[in-house]
């Protein structure tokens, strides 16, 4: 056979001898075969698809970029290490108070108001700023000494939502040393609560307002309870007549209505959640308060 080298042609025809079980098998193939095995029929270029990138051809770089807020990639340890440490969901609860939603640990405790959006007994017209308010239903008062180391709570049920710059009283006859707070309770089912806020230690030493000034919001519809928490030395306040307020249950008798609860605590020590209380058929203590 004559070598052909270089020269290889399509049409020559070629015999190969291989050794297959002691003795020699003869095939033929092609000069096109041969030069189809030699050009090769394989790769001539790479590209890669998003987030792969390659730079083309028969020998080329890939790579895969990182991922960012809108392209999709590769994260780094510490984007791993952001994700791994994801918190878990929090666990919702209700605590069933009025006043603001608070956050602790992983428990989200989201208040349930007792109603809203109007349908309140108290501050019925729009309440005016520094245009003083109260839980009276009328104009008449009287006044009395309270009792030592009582908390007297009666119920607020505004119509409309709003904010106050003050709370106060009045002192018609002072005692030397007499001491008083006023404090607000959210509801629970038409019984005092939560403490909501209670004011500092207000001086009856003298005749005459006693205003604490404070921040708080009235939500229209909700039953909160206004409270008035004497010290250890009686004064002469004014109080609302019973004709005035609002009587939402009766102790024996129809001309016996209670309007509010009594709890017995030293000054100072008010709880922070009612748990036990006795019906109040007194005059309450009168409680202003005064819009923003």
Same mark, same amino acid.
């Given at each position: 056979?004559?070598? %052909?080298?270089?020269?290889? /042609?399509?049409?020559?025809?070629? /015999?190969?001898?291989?050794?297959?079980?002691?003795?020699?098998?003869?095939?033929?193939?092609?000069?096109?075969?041969?030069?189809?095995?030699?050009? !090769?029929?394989?790769?001539?270029?790479?590209? #890669?698809?998003?987030?792969?990138? *390659?730079?083309?051809? =028969?020998?080329?770089?890939?790579?895969?970029?990182?991922?960012?807020? +809108?392209?999709?990639?590769?994260?780094?340890?510490?984007?791993?290490?952001?994700?791994?440490?994801?918190?878990?969901?929090? =666990?919702?609860?209700?605590?069933?108070?009025?006043?603001?939603?608070?956050?602790?640990?992983?428990?989200?405790?989201?208040?349930?108001?007792?109603?809203? !959006? #109007?349908?309140?007994?108290?501050?019925?017209? %729009?309440?005016?700023?520094?245009?003083?308010? *109260?839980?009276?239903? !009328? &104009? *008449?008062?009287?006044?009395?000494?309270?009792?030592?180391?009582?908390?007297?709570?009666?119920?607020?049920?505004?119509?409309?939502?709003?904010?106050?710059? /003050?709370?106060?009283?009045?002192?018609?006859?002072? #005692?030397?040393?007499?001491?008083?707070?006023?404090?607000?309770?959210?509801?629970? @089912?038409?019984?005092?609560?939560?403490?909501?806020? /209670?004011?500092?230690?207000?001086?009856?030493?003298?005749?005459?307002? %006693?205003?604490? =000034?404070?921040?708080?919001?009235?939500?229209?519809?909700?039953?909160?309870?206004?409270?008035?928490?004497?010290?250890?030395?009686?004064?002469?306040?004014?109080?609302?007549?019973?004709?005035?307020?609002?009587? +939402?249950?009766?102790?024996? *008798?129809?001309?016996? #209505?209670? @309007?509010?609860?009594?709890?017995?605590?030293?000054?100072?020590?008010?709880?922070?959640?009612?748990?036990? &209380?006795?019906?109040? =058929?007194?005059?309450?203590?009168?409680?202003?308060?005064?819009?923003?």
């Amino acid at each position: 056979m004559t070598p %052909k080298g270089a020269d290889l /042609e399509a049409t020559d025809l070629l /015999e190969v001898s291989t050794l297959e079980s002691g003795s020699y098998v003869t095939r033929s193939i092609t000069g096109q075969e041969i030069i189809d095995a030699v050009a !090769g029929g394989g790769v001539t270029a790479v590209t #890669g698809s998003a987030p792969i990138v *390659s730079s083309g051809g =028969t020998t080329p770089d890939i790579s895969i970029t990182q991922a960012t807020t +809108f392209d999709d990639g590769y994260l780094t340890s510490s984007d791993w290490s952001t994700f791994n440490d994801k918190q878990n969901a929090l =666990t919702l609860t209700t605590t069933g108070t009025s006043g603001p939603a608070t956050l602790i640990a992983d428990t989200l405790n989201i208040p349930q108001y007792s109603g809203g !959006g #109007g349908g309140g007994i108290h501050a019925i017209p %729009k309440p005016i700023s520094g245009r003083r308010l *109260s839980y009276s239903l !009328g &104009a *008449s008062t009287t006044g009395a000494s309270f009792t030592l180391a009582r908390l007297t709570l009666v119920p607020f049920i505004p119509a409309n939502t709003f904010t106050i710059s /003050e709370i106060l009283m009045y002192c018609n006859i002072l #005692g030397v040393g007499s001491l008083c707070r006023l404090l607000i309770y959210s509801d629970n @089912n038409g019984f005092p609560n939560a403490k909501l806020y /209670e004011s500092a230690d207000l001086n009856l030493s003298t005749i005459g307002f %006693k205003i604490a =000034t404070t921040t708080f919001t009235f939500n229209a519809g909700t039953t909160y309870w206004l409270g008035f928490h004497g010290g250890a030395v009686t004064a002469n306040v004014t109080c609302n007549n019973i004709a005035a307020v609002y009587a +939402f249950a009766q102790t024996g *008798s129809a001309v016996n #209505g209670a @309007n509010g609860y009594n709890v017995t605590a030293a000054l100072g020590s008010a709880p922070a959640n009612i748990t036990t &209380a006795t019906l109040n =058929t007194a005059p309450p203590q009168w409680i202003g308060l005064t819009p923003a």
